[in-house]
């Protein structure tokens, strides 16, 4: 299994442009979130997925949008790039079996929005 | 709601001296304890987790934590660490019992960073 994998790992945006992070995971898991790490804040929430075609929100939605159309993949788009979304993003998967909800984090995608 | 705090966003530590980084938490539900560790510029990584049973918990690279359920806590343990053990340390909680949808599968602490002094 290659687990949780992320592209791209680092990218650079303008202000206003628009970009789509990609997530997959082979792990048959249902749940599936993405996060934002900042120095000092932590992990926090962005958006989440519970299956194929369900998606909410986390803490921090705003300026990002999700989509679920597989069990497989979970795309991050931002529509338009502010630089308060510079950030290293990490896209996460957890089944549902146990209830320990176990996450397993992809290697991360480093955001520079100038 | 749970939430985590680690009590220390920075732990400087000679190398091979023992450490511990704390971790409290609070729930009004039982829980389950994770320890995640970030190498630089990588992923997170499960250290180790504490489901049930044996409070003492040994995880990957020589550390473990301990749950206490009267003090709230799951502090992180080493008694001898290494410059490889440089990292982010990220201590989460989930709700016992809870796989159903929603966005309380985890709730993170901070992160505490481990600087490990030749």
Known sequence: NAGVTQTPKFQVLKTGQSMTLQCAQDMNHEYMSWYRQDPGMGLRLIHYSVGAGITDQGEVPNGYNVSR????????????????????????SRGTSGGNNEQFFGPGTRLTVL | AQSVTQLDSQVPVFEEAPVELRCNYSSSV?????????YPNQGLQLLLKYLSGS?????????????????????????????SDTAEYFCAVSVWGYSGGGADGLTFGKGTHLIIQP
Do not use: M
Request: some cysteine.
């Open chain 2, 30 to 38: 039982s829980v389950y304890l994770f320890w995640y560790v970030q």
């Open chain 1, 69 to 92: 159309s597989t069990t497989e993949d979970f795309p991050l788009r931002l529509l338009s790039a502010a630089p308060s979304q510079t950030s290293v993003y990490f896209c996460a």
């Open chain 2, 55 to 83: 409070t003492l918990v040994k995880g990957i690279n020589g550390f473990e934590a301990e749950f206490n359920k009267s003090q709230t806590s799951f502090h992180l343990r080493k008694p001898s660490v290494h410059i």
